[in-house]
């Protein structure tokens, strides 16, 4: 199951998760990506994504729906985490990458049935 940028949209970060876990088969994997709630994800996702490069609509992303690490892993805690990574956007390439770096984007990979 894959869910990029999506959790920070939904009214019930839990239960999107449940659904998700439902949904995944019993040796399958589900993978979420978001946005992390920091100053610097603030300045990029918000203000510079929205209202200087107008990558997208002013006002479709809320800063406080923004999860931290910490906070997804807690959300997903009864599921086995078994990576986060953050990735990254260069500007000048136009590509992404994985980083170390979550301060902005990250990404979990929850895997059934390894636990």
Same mark, same amino acid.
């Given at each position: 199951?894959?869910?990029? /940028?999506?959790?920070?949209?939904? &009214? ?5 998760? !449940? @659904?998700?876990?439902?949904?995944? $088969?019993?040796?399958? &994997? ?5 946005? +992390?709630? @920091? ?14 490069? +107008?990558?997208?609509? !002013? ?12 906070? /997804?892993?807690?959300? /997903?805690? *009864? $599921? ?5 990574? =953050?990735?990254?956007? +260069?500007?000048?390439? *136009?590509?992404?990458? /994985? ?5 902005? +984007? ?6 059934? =049935?390894?636990?």
């Amino acid at each position: 199951m894959l869910a990029c /940028l999506v959790i920070e949209h939904v &009214a019930d970060p839990l239960e999107f998760c !449940k @659904s998700l876990a439902a949904l995944t $088969a019993p040796t399958g &994997a589900t993978v979420i990506s978001t946005i +992390n709630r @920091s100053v610097r994800s603030y300045a990029t996702a918000i203000i510079a994504a929205e209202y200087l490069l +107008n990558w997208l609509p !002013k006002g479709t992303h809320q800063w406080s729906r923004f999860l931290t690490p910490e906070e /997804l892993v807690l959300i /997903l805690q *009864r $599921a086995s985490i078994s990576e986060m990574a =953050g990735f990254v956007y +260069n500007p000048l390439t *136009r590509e992404w990458s /994985l980083s170390d770096d979550t301060s902005v +984007n990250f990404i979990v990979f929850g895997a059934k =049935g390894s636990e």
